[in-house]
């Protein structure tokens, strides 16, 4: 069983930045794609981003160019640098870590507003 504990969200005006962080129990962390997906009110969960192992990445159409996923495996962290934030951006944003099974955190409210 994995645990996976998201922060970082929050309230942002349009064109603001957010940083997303997800720390995740597991001493295997290397092993597993990580990534990131959203949901926003009434629509169905969504694709943000991924990242291999060893850094490959994948991006939602929606969001490439102005967010970035990174990982730390020392620290078993996975990033979201999300930039240039607009509303349809507002969501409420998922961890997730995938090998044999995959793993969702909480969530953590992300909301961009004026």
């Known amino acids: 069983q994995v645990q996976l504990m998201e922060s970082g969200g929050g309230l942002v005006q349009p064109g603001g930045s957010l940083r997303l962080s997800c720390k995740a129990s597991?001493?295997?962390?290397?092993?597993?794609?990580m990534g990131w997906y959203r949901q926003a009110p009434g629509k169905e969960r969504e694709l943000v981003a991924t990242?291999?192992?060893?850094?490959?990445?994948n991006y939602a159409g929606s969001v490439k160019g102005r967010f970035t996923i990174t990982r730390d495996n020392l620290a078993r962290t996975v990033f979201l640098q999300m930039n240039s934030l607009k509303a349809d951006d507002t969501a409420v944003y998922y961890c997730?870590?995938?090998?044999?099974?995959?793993?969702w955190g909480q969530g953590t409210q992300v909301t961009v507003s004026s």
């Open positions: 597991t001493n295997t962390f290397n092993y597993y794609v």
């Open positions: 990242i291999t192992g060893g850094g490959s990445t």
């Open positions: 997730t870590a995938r090998r044999f099974t995959d793993y």
